[in-house]
């Protein structure tokens, strides 16, 4: 499993030759995202692989790293190269979302 990490973000999210992939629920979503994520829940990835362009590795995120580390299964199952967040959203949260709205980001 390759993994990419809270230092990486800035470089990869600027990157168009990367999907970036948040597999959380709609409503985990719809709650709070890294931007340019386009969220696929992993219960429905199977059916909606056809969305996810062939060629570009894929960076994954869920809430805690087990529903993208599925993901990533399924994904290199079928032909693609993955990227699994080292944490998670809830890690993400913790440390950028929660700094920032303290004031001791950056």
């Known amino acids: 499993l390759k993994q990419w990490h809270l230092e990486d973000m800035d470089k990869i999210s600027?990157?168009?030759s990367v999907v970036l992939l948040d597999v959380r629920t709609v409503g985990e979503f719809n709650m709070g995202h890294m931007d340019g994520f386009k969220n696929i829940p992993v219960d429905e990835l199977r059916e909606r692989?056809?969305?996810i362009e062939k060629g570009k590795p894929v960076y994954l995120i869920c809430q805690s790293g087990l529903r993208s580390y599925i993901a990533s299964r399924i994904l290199e199952?079928?032909?693609y190269e993955t990227y699994n967040f080292s944490g998670g959203f809830r890690f993400y949260d913790a440390v950028v979302l929660k700094t920032m709205a303290s004031g001791?980001?950056?």
């Open 104 to 106: 001791r980001y950056g």
């Open 14 to 16: 600027r990157d168009k």
């Open 49 to 51: 692989i056809n969305e």
């Open 77 to 79: 199952g079928n032909g």
